[in-house]
């Protein structure tokens, strides 16, 4: 998204991540918010809400998996097999063919492999993508042993708001995300959402997350399209007009999924 000179700054946590640019650490953040198996990551549209970042852009990754151990290793030696608990569980196929094999979550999927590296041990592995792999010096004893082929995760690029709005948007720009709050009345969601069928733009998806001190209160967060930009904007000036709230979380260029790509997880 940004070209190969950026320095990336990691962080352990989805908080601590959106803390980076307050912080000064960072100038940009990059989080997934879906994942095509596992569906939404709710604390990232949760930090969304509450933090005033914009969305400048989004791209999809193919979740490859591989089980990757020191050199000199193999299958047979291997005892505990270390990754992130979703990246375990999307390999249920391969822990039945290796039942012997101890899971141990971690904190993320490349994290488990530079701790197995780390130790040196020919009975410990970890699972993740092939950059883990690479960039660790470490073996790959099985790969591709995700169970769906079709697993792919979705990241946006994120932004303060006065720096996003230094940036012009391209001409591909016709994706919008849109936070709003509704009235508890009859017909409240569906007067929201009616300019933009009237508009024909397209509800690409849509979330609904607890609003922090209002119990049984909600945000919507909807994913929207159109062909022509103003569209959007007309639409938004009709929808306005029937929630409390309605903030505009970005304009960006719709990612496409590309499986010939490899993954940097």
Not at 108 to 119: C, K, W
């Amino acid at each position: 998204l940004l070209g190969p000179e950026i320095t990336t700054v990691p962080r352990a946590t989805f908080d601590a991540v959106f803390r980076a640019i307050p912080e000064n650490a960072a100038d940009a953040l990059l989080v997934p918010v879906e994942n095509s198996l596992a569906g939404s990551v709710v604390r990232v549209y949760d930090l969304m809400l509450e933090n005033q970042l914009t969305i400048t852009a989004e791209t999809i990754l193919p979740i490859e998996l591989n089980l990757i151990a020191v050199p000199g290793a193999s299958l047979d030696q291997i005892k505990t097999v270390s990754s992130h608990p979703m990246a375990l569980a999307q390999c249920e196929r391969f822990f039945a063919q290796h039942p012997r094999y101890k899971r141990v979550p971690a904190e993320d999927t490349a994290g488990s492999v530079r701790e197995v590296l780390g130790r040196g041990d020919k009975i410990s592995a970890a699972i993740a993508g092939r950059r883990a792999a690479d960039y660790y010096r470490g073996v790959i004893l099985a790969e591709k042993i995700q169970d769906n082929s079709e697993n792919f995760t979705r990241f946006v690029l994120l932004r303060r708001e006065s720096d996003a709005a230094a940036i012009a948007p391209t001409a591909d720009a016709r994706k919008m995300s849109v936070a709003m709050q509704l009235a508890h009345r009859p017909g409240a969601l569906l007067a929201a959402l009616e300019p933009f069928a009237r508009h024909n733009i397209n509800l690409r998806k849509i979330e609904s997350r607890p609003i922090h001190g209002q119990p049984w209160a909600y945000s919507f967060i909807l994913e929207i399209e159109a062909d022509k930009p103003e569209l959007l904007d007309a639409a938004l000036a009709e929808a306005r007009k029937s929630t409390n709230d309605l903030r505009v979380l970005g304009l960006y260029a719709a990612a496409k999924t590309d499986p010939a790509r490899s993954t940097a997880k």
